[in-house]
């Protein structure tokens, strides 16, 4: 078994998730790339970490349905040795007033956001060793409270809700559970179907008038997870810059 710590990256592949991949493998984790579609983005992150010397993994999974979960980390277990750091980045975001808002939607968040949390949360309880490190994904949304953003900052909501709870029912585990909650970030996900102006309209929302990019939330997470995070424990960081 690797003496490396091993840390899992849900949603992993693209974007913030990558962009954590990449800080986490730099600092010496192997690393577990989550991806729930699509292997190529996954398969082409891990060559490149593993061209740099990193120790990667690349494993699909629906991180909504409990039994592919608790398979994960089974063959995580098996190929990396157990997880010592759970980042929780998966989700969707379908944006909607709520009175046009379609249940579908609601049903797809609460699964993919908060379902999904729940799941990997609890393998991660009854799995990681004494030491281990958890940040799950939130959104400076939750504290914006920008409309159309209903169902999904509710989801996220419930996230840091349900962290800084189990950040209490792992005492004397020395396991500490914190949320990052990023604000408008520089990701194809975030820049797509949006004009210059709105763009350039969120960016000037924080007092340092520019957008996160992945590594800036990558760094946050890297903090926590880090020794100098050691004393932070069911917080919610809100890495935007001062937008709220």
């Known amino acids: 078994m690797s ?3 091993v840390a899992l990256v849900t949603g992993g592949s693209k974007g913030i998730g990558a962009a954590i991949v990449r800080r986490l493998s730099a600092d010496g984790f192997a690393v577990a790339i989550n991806y729930s579609r699509d ?3 996954a398969k082409a992150l891990a060559a490149e970490l593993k061209d740099a010397g990193g ?3 690349t494993i699909k999974c629906n991180v909504a349905n409990s039994d592919d ?3 994960m980390f089974d063959t995580i277990e098996s190929e990396l040795g157990p997880v010592n750091v759970l980042i929780n980045n998966a989700g969707i975001m379908k944006n909607a007033p709520v ?3 379609e249940e579908q939607d609601f049903d797809q968040q609460i699964a993919v956001n908060l379902k999904g949390t729940f799941n990997t949360l609890k393998q991660a309880a009854n799995r990681m060793p004494n030491g281990g490190r958890i940040v ?3 959104t400076s949304v939750v504290g914006l409270k920008l409309e ?3 169902i999904y900052a509710a989801t996220k909501s419930a996230v840091e809700t349900l962290s800084a709870i189990l ?3 792992l005492r004397g585990k020395d396991i500490t559970v914190n949320s990052v909650a990023p604000g408008p970030t520089a990701t194809d996900l975030f820049l797509t179907g949006k004009s210059q102006d709105v763009i350039d309209r969120l960016a000037k929302m924080s007092p340092l008038e520019r957008l996160a990019t992945p590594d800036d939330i990558a760094s946050a997470v890297a903090f926590l997870v880090g020794p100098d995070g050691a004393w932070i424990n069911g917080q919610v960081l809100r890495a935007n810059g001062g937008l709220v």
Do not use: C, D, H, I
Request: no cysteine; proline share 8%.
């Open 69 to 71: 979960v608790r398979q």
């Open 39 to 41: 292997p190529a983005p």
């Open 55 to 57: 120790r990667t993994f």
């Open 148 to 150: 159309n953003y209903g």
């Open 99 to 101: 009175a046009q808002s």
């Open 167 to 169: 950040s209490k029912e």
């Open 3 to 5: 003496v490396e710590k």
């Open 136 to 138: 799950n994904l939130s």
